[in-house]
Each structure stands twice: as structure tokens, then as C-alpha cells.
């Protein structure tokens, strides 16, 4: 007989004559309704964040936080196998309405009876996934490779930031090339905020092996004044860390993370599991500001779910009707449903029945390969050849090197310098134009916010950029860049 499979019985028939004695509560149905507004994501919490608290209350906040996923941190459920503690943490977790979906961050190397012990833990608790740090050798791969196979439990690779075993996403694909699927990733997003990475194009890179996400947020520290005011109030363990890096970590939607970005792209990869929010900061009371990292994770689904009631269409997705090229016509193309622009130096012109406006909030998805420029106009005007003199261009640029501009720019009138979107990757561009005011959203995150001032004057004598009325143009104009544009749409304003 295999004496593993004996083990594993053991403690499954154990559990099970223990439980018709217990006396629970029956574990609340989650999924069937999204009362909390997360768009059908499993929101849940790592439960470090609430590292202040014995496990009773941390579960009792959860509860009020409306989360009923949680990834456990060791301390709040030690891992053991006897039967009564698994009954005993079971009931924990159903009395406060939680389903425990994974478990870590674990360690693993190359020690079978270690590893199997944390496998059996897992089954036992009923895991989606087991959030690991393994060894990065063949040994310690193999045994998992096994485990995984034998128990169909994910092992969910975390990474840590700069200096980690794992940093950068290339360390886990490395490591999991040509192996089993149930090996993957759980995303750290603020991690890889920290490792200079986006995890948009992170989870995009990993696709279906992401088996779990913290989610948390960074902010990357430029003012001297604000550097040394931090250095001087910040624990020493993050002090240290801001001077190592320049970044702290903040309240989601506050820093760097392009929230809809990730919950876009781990609609694209068909993720089903729990995300887990995790905040670092303020162990002592984080429930104040674990609250408005949800309620930026509602706003973003929110964002991303809006029904746009009132705009209408701009482009029918087949055809150049209702829209005019000037210069180099072959400069445009429609491919797959967008229109793609590469080519030398031409404007395409919305010419349809909605124009002109003055008021008006438009939307464009948008994507950029690598090195590429592009743009849209709003109040401009058709004229055959050269840049529109006419209104203002919100730039479209991640990595192109030649001009510092980012996309989400007001250009050259209020310019963005940080790159927010990662090559290859469909956003949202929002332009909202009420009265002297211009905002301009990159995902719905607000990178503009520009009033024109009373008298303004034209820029100069070929670009007046001032806020008027007219249609709306893209802008292609480098031979070596692609621009795709989809969905344009747009509604009137008052």
C-alpha cells in the first residue's frame, strides 16, 4: 500500500467523522450575486494586512469589509494536518462567512516530506492555490512538478521586488518553462511596481499560469521635500527601502497602478480565483485605508463595467464613412476591427453628423507597439496637409524615445512625463471637455486636469491650442510607429 495515499486517506476520513459532530453555520453563497460591486472578481484580502489582529477580529474585519475571501498568512492559521485543527480553523473561517482560498507565502526546496506536508495541508483546507517562494533549482521544480500533478493544487510563484529571489517576471518564466501548468504565478502587483515592471504586461506575459494576485499600490517619491519629510517619519525598515528605491507603498488607486488595466487584463486571461488585496502600511489600525483601496477597486470595475449611456459611435469598424484623410491616405489601414496607423505624416478626420462640439466627453481604446507615436485632436478642422493649427492634441506615446511626452498629455500645454501604459496593450483614452476645463483620463485614472485661463492667448503663430469647438482627428506622422484605435465614441455636453 503507498504509504502517502495512507496518509492522505487518514486525514480525510478523519476530518470527516470529526465534522458530523461539529455544529457550523453553512457556508454563505458569494458567487451567485456581487452585492460589494466588484464585477463578478472574488475580492478578498492576504490576511498580513491585518497582521495587528488575532485571527477572531482579523476575521470579524473581514466580515464588515464585506470580503469573504481570504488568503491566510501563516500566523493567523498555522499549517498542521491533525484533524481537529483543520475542523477547528474550518469553523473559524465559516462562522465569519470566509472561504479560505490559498495559503501562504511557503517556502519550498527539495525536501519531499516538507512538501508534502504543506500539499496535504492544502487538501485538507480545501485550497485553490499554495502562494510559494521555492528554490529556484531543478530539484525543488521536479519534487513540485509532482506534487502538483498528484494533488491538482497550483503553486502560485511570489515575487518579492528588487533584490528577491523572484523580481522580475523573467525569474518565474524562466523557472517554468516546459513545466507543468499548474505551476504559475501569484502577481504582486506593488512588487512589480517596485521592480520597475508593469503588471499589466506581467499578467499578459504569464496568462493562464496566474493563480492568484496581491494587489497593492506604489508611489514613486520626486519632490526632495517630501523625500526627507518621509525619511524622517517612515519605520526604519521603510525608510531604508525609500532611499534604496525612490517608492513607498500607498493606498490603491494613490500610486502608480493602473487598476483597470489589471482587472482588464485578468478578464483577457479568464482569471476566476481570488484576488487579494494586501496592505502593508499601518498594521496597528490599515482598516480606514484598506476601505478606500476597495472602494478604489469598486471605482475602477465601475470604469471598466459603464454602460456610456448617451455616446454614440464614431466609427462603424469597417469603413472610413464619416471620416476624411488629408495627406498620405496610404498612411491608414483597417485591420481587425481597428484603424491602424503607420506611415508618414496624415490626419484622419471625423467628418460625421455629431461634429462640431464643443462640450463633450470622448472615449478611444487605444494600443501602441513598441517606440510608437500617434495622437488625437479635439476641436480642430480639416485642412489638406500639415499639423492641425487648429485645438489641442492629447498625446498617444509609451516608448517612443524621441519625444518625452506620455500618453495622456495635454500637448505641450499640460504634459504627463511618466509612462503609464506598457507596449502592446489596449487602454482607454478619455477626453472630457466642459466650458475652460480639460480633463484627461489614461484607464480612468486622471493624469490631466487643465483650465485654460481667462485671455489666453495663442501658443504661437501655427498652433493656437485653445479651447473652441470642431471635430476630432487622429494623428499618425513616423513611417516607424503603429497605432491601433477601436471603439471611438463620444456624447455631447451641455
Known sequence: MNSNWSRRRFLQTSVASLAGAALLRPVPVFAATDPQGYGGFKMGIQSYSLRGYSVEDALKHSEKLGLHYWEAYPKHIPMSTVPAHILEQKAKLKESGVTLAAYGV????????????????????????????????????????????????PIAIHNHGPGALYDKVS????????????????????????????????????????????FKDVR?????????????????NRAKQLEREGKIFTILGEGELNVVGVLRALRNINFERNISLEYEENPENPLSDIDLCLQAVRKSVAYLDDPEEGFVQLWDGKTFNNWRINENPETWQIKDGAIVCNGDRSHLFYTGELAPLKNFELKVDVKANANSNGGIYFHTKFQDEGWPAAGFETQVNNTYHKDPRKTGSLYAVNDVKQQLIPDDTWWTQHVIVKGKNVKILIDGKLVVDYTEPEGQQPYDKNFARLIGEGTFALQGHDPGSTVHFRNLRAKKLP
Not at 505551476?183 to 492568484?212: F, K, M, N, W
Open 106 to 153: 511557503v517556502g519550498f526546496d527539495g525536501n519531499e516530506t516538507k512538501a508534502r506536508e504543506v500539499f496535504d495541508f492544502a487538501e485538507a483546507m480545501g485550497l485553490m492555490s499554495i502562494s510559494a517562494n521555492p528554490n529556484k533549482d531543478k530539484a525543488t521544480f521536479d519534487l513540485l512538478e509532482k506534487l502538483v500533478e498528484e494533488y491538482k493544487i
Open 171 to 214: 525569474d518565474i518564466l524562466e523557472m517554468v518553462e516546459g513545466r507543468s501548468p499548474l505551476i504559475g504565478a501569484c502577481v504582486d502587483t506593488g512588487h512589480y511596481l517596485r521592480s520597475d515592471e508593469d503588471p499589466v504586461d506581467v499578467i499578459q506575459q504569464l496568462g493562464e499560469r496566474v493563480y492568484g494576485v496581491h
Open 220 to 236: 514613486t517619491i520626486h519632490s526632495d521635500e517630501e523625500m526627507a519629510r518621509l525619511l524622517k517619519e517612515l519605520p526604519k
